[in-house]
Structures are given as structure tokens and as C-alpha cells.
């Protein structure tokens, strides 16, 4: 039997990131795959952001990160549901799904890499920015989360306001709660200064005293930042070094663990252990 004619009838859509509906200008963020027999779907959104950026700088990455993860979990929840009509009530505005196109797959996870590296990915070529601040920071926490197996089990973007006022815009990356504490961990980074620190810093006393209130646990919020090194915080540069330090301590006074990206490894792990994976 031929290879053709092992391969699986399945139906993809790509999906568009469109910040101005009236421009129309895209890029591909995702695919959406179905096998036709089976009728299993599988979604995949890319793990660079950077096209977006280009095209949006004031893109919300993190929303769109979540939307994957919102998307898969009702694949899974409703098999056999109406494609079309769960992605209308997933996707966001400046989101677009192209219309279904046939392909054969040896598999499914075979035929979402193909078709990512075909529409999504840009190719090694492209010569782009790379991330830096706290991008990517981000960057690198969701790396090791989802090689630990746990990224999808997590919160993201946990609203702040659900814990300390209606109006607080602050988002929490990322956080999960195992028995009887509830760990947060958020990207900080001190490249640009101590702005962010002392976000974070002046959020953190109503952020506990309400994880306390509503989940009736204690919380454990971390900071993510990068290593001094990597700023050029030494001895050599004691002014960078002298504001990489306030911003440590600033969080520190307020309760909030600080850890760099070199720990996220450990952290991960971590997390892998406690929810069991």
C-alpha cells in the first residue's frame, strides 16, 4: 500500500491574528486540525509572538496564549460539538478562522507540524528581533512549564482584581494551587528599571490578604527576572548593579519570592510533582 494511501482525510483551518479589521492585515498564529473518520481535532497557536509583534506592537500575547488553551480544553470537553460554532464563541475579534481545506496526515501530531512550519513558523532564514525584557522572560517560563508537562493544567493570566478590587488591571502570568497554597509566578523584568518591581511590589499585600479571603489559602507569589548577570549588574557597573538590587529587595519586603530564570527548571519540576503529572 502506498504511502498516499496511508495517510488520514483530514480538514484544517489556519487561524489569523487581525488587530485592524478595516487594513485587514494578518498574520498566522494556529492551525486547527480534524481527522475526518474520527472526527479528533487538535489545535496548535505558535510559540513565537514575534510576527505579531511586527505587525501590533501592543499585541496581547499572553490572551492569545490563553485562547489556546481555552480552545483545546473544549475540543476535548465537547467531542462531537459543532466546530464552528465553539470556535465562534472561543476566538476573539481579532482573531479570524479561514475557511476548512482538505489535507492527509500520516497523523495528527505529523500533520500539525507540517502545517505550522508550512503557514505559521517563520522559516530559519527570517532574520528577527529576538525577544528580550520581559518577553522574554515569559518566553522562557511557558519553555520549561510545558516541558515539565504542566503548563496546560495552569491558570494564566490570572486577573488580579478577582483578589483585591474591581478596576485593578494587573494580570498574574501564570499559577497553579496544590494542597492548601496557591503558587503565582509572574515575569519582571528590571532590563528597563524597577517600574515593574514596584507594580508588583505595591499589588502584593492586597494580592495575598485576598487569596487568603476567597480560596481560604495562603498564597506563594514569585517573581520571575533575569539573572544579574545577564543585565551587566556587577561590580564593574555599580549603578546597575545598585537598581537590580532595589528591585530584588523592594519585592522582597513585600513578600513576594524572587527567583531567576536560571531556577525554572527547579520550578518547574516543582510543579510537575505537585500536580502529579
Known sequence: MSGEMQRRACDFHLLRYVPDAVRNEYVHI????R?????????????DWRRVRCLDPDADTALL???ESELRRRLQSEAGANLMRLLEESLSLSVQLTDAKAYLAESLPAGLEELMRLYVDPPPRERLPRLSGRAAIQARMRAEFE?????ELMRKR???SEYTRPGDPLRIDAGYRPNGIVRMFHAVSLEPGVEMAKVLAFSAAALHAGVERVERAALELTAIIEPATKLGATDEEPERLAMYRFGVETMEEHRIRVLTTSDLGRVAETARRELRV
Open 158 to 160: 490570572i486577573a488580579a
Open 65 to 67: 496564549e490563553g485562547m
Open 30 to 33: 494556529g492551525v486547527i486540525l
Open 147 to 151: 516541558h515539565a508537562g504542566v503548563w
Open 35 to 47: 481527522e475526518r473518520e474520527s472526527r479528533r481535532v487538535e489545535v496548535r497557536f505558535t510559540r
